[in-house]
């Protein structure tokens, strides 16, 4: 009776994950050469792939689970996908060059998704992309609710001026990235101290920003440089997504099951810097913790000790290792202090010398994950060419010395030939004309005789 409700309830869970299936897919649409012609008539949010990719089919049950959330709260989106192998002139058309590339396309436009592959954060994409470039916050209400909700955005405070058509623009480039909202000076909250308008604002580590020309530069770079918290948990995706900013990024590399004292202590030191010298490093540094050394290790070509912090520059693969214990606040900030005056010399960068040692040690390290992953997969993609290498370097060696061999056998034969003619020649001139003289003979050379024996 146990086994029969056992089979039963597996036969109830194989149904409900055979219907979940094709209920997702239902909600996906399969794209074709018709879409381009129809797709100016909706929003589309669409993953382009590849029927081979690995990353494609790891992406295709998150994608299947973003078109059912779409479809169930009432998404404008609706969710598509299209095989890039099969309709490459389509999909080259809306500059695809990678597989997966996500898009979403809204009249004219398209907007490329960057972001982590997770069914959070790509809805959150479509629901920032397909809605208003620029939203309004009518009431205070409004403006403390988009606080809670999102953790970075950016506000333009003031009437029509050059300012706001420079944000527009800025919004229309960085849209894919963060929110960007438009208020009047009476919705901002009390808190908000502003010496001139019109201005623009973030809002982000429960404080806020105000965009300054002079200090700033251009309002693109400095809304590229501001999209992301003073404080993070770093990864690999995010250290390529801080490249673009231009800022130097101060790392904690922990062990985060570790719970020791050193550290934890790290990782605080640096949270205490990033929100206590936010004034004074916000414009040059971004502050996080990794956990682990894999990725900091590939990067810098080096072996670092866990715990330990590091600074990044990764527009130029430039880093700055300790020159110091860090026991306190104080240690860490004259630690960045000595980077921004230059009295900390930068190792790593982009240079020749550093592309041919990543080279090798990229190579080395394909090697090595081969051989840990699969050994017989690893002596058979190394030791077959080498095998091969070697038979032909073989033959190649031995080939030469065959040949002279014979051609030296050939030739001392040849001279012998000649000796030989020549003392029968000697012979027959010294033989005597008469019989009364007796001539000596000639002692032939040891080898002749032997060789007339045989």
């Not at 086994?3 to 094709?22: G, K, P, Q, S």
């Not at 590229?224 to 997504?241: P, T």
Request: glycine share 6%; proline share 4%.
């Amino acid at each position: 009776m146990a086994a029969w409700r056992c089979r039963a309830a597996l036969r109830l869970c194989a149904t409900v994950v055979f219907l979940n299936m094709v209920v997702c897919k239902g909600v996906v649409e399969d794209l074709d050469e018709s879409f381009k012609e129809n797709r100016n008539d909706d929003i589309w949010l669409v993953d382009f792939y590849a029927p081979w990719c690995g990353h494609c089919k790891k992406l295709e049950p998150i994608w299947n689970e973003v078109g059912l959330e779409m479809k169930s709260i009432g998404s404008p989106v609706k969710v598509g996908k299209m095989d890039a192998t099969s309709y490459s002139s389509i999909a080259s058309e809306f500059g695809v060059r990678g597989y997966p590339t996500i898009k979403l396309l809204k009249g004219d436009l398209a907007y490329n998704y960057r972001g982590p592959r997770t069914k959070d954060d790509i809805i959150e994409f479509a629901h920032r992309v397909s809605g208003a470039l620029i939203r309004p916050l009518p009431s205070q209400q409004m403006f403390e609710h988009m606080q809670k909700r999102h953790r970075v955005f950016f506000v333009y405070i003031g009437g029509e001026s050059p300012l706001k058509e420079k944000y527009i623009d800025a919004a229309s480039e960085l849209i894919v990235y963060t929110y960007f909202f438009s208020a009047s000076e009476e919705v901002v909250p009390e808190y908000v101290t502003l010496k001139e308008m019109p201005a623009v604002l973030v809002f982000k580590d429960e404080t806020y920003f105000v965009y300054d020309e002079y200090e700033d530069g251009d309002l693109s770079s400095w809304i590229n440089r501001e999209r992301f918290q003073n404080y993070l948990a770093m990864d690999g995706f995010l250290l390529y997504e801080l490249g673009d900013t231009g800022k130097l990024v101060a790392i904690a590399v922990i062990d985060e099951k570790n719970t020791s004292v050193e550290h934890t202590r790290l990782k605080s030191i640096i949270q205490e810097v990033a929100r206590d010298y936010r004034d004074l490093f916000h414009r040059d540094f971004q502050f996080g913790h990794m956990d682990g050394n894999d990725y900091i290790n590939t990067l810098l070509m080096d072996e670092l000790t866990v715990p330990t912090v590091v600074v990044l520059n990764t527009s130029n693969q430039q880093y700055f290792l300790l020159d110091r214990q860090i026991k306190n606040v104080e240690d860490m900030v004259q630690f960045i202090n000595n980077i921004l005056d230059g009295i900390v010399e930068a190792q790593g960068g982009d240079s020749i010398w550093q592309r041919l040692k990543r080279i090798v040690f990229d190579a080395k390290s394909t090697i090595v994950s081969i051989f840990k992953s699969s050994p017989l997969m690893g002596c058979f993609l190394f030791g077959l060419p080498l095998g091969v290498i070697s038979i032909m370097c073989y033959g190649i060696y031995t080939a030469d010395p065959d040949g002279g061999y014979i051609e030296e056998r050939y030739e001392v034969s040849k001279s012998e030939n000649e000796n030989q003619e020549h003392i029968e020649e000697s012979k027959e001139q010294q033989e005597p004309s008469s019989g009364g003289s007796v001539v000596p003979t000639v002692q032939e050379p040891k080898d002749v005789l032997e060789k007339k024996k045989d």
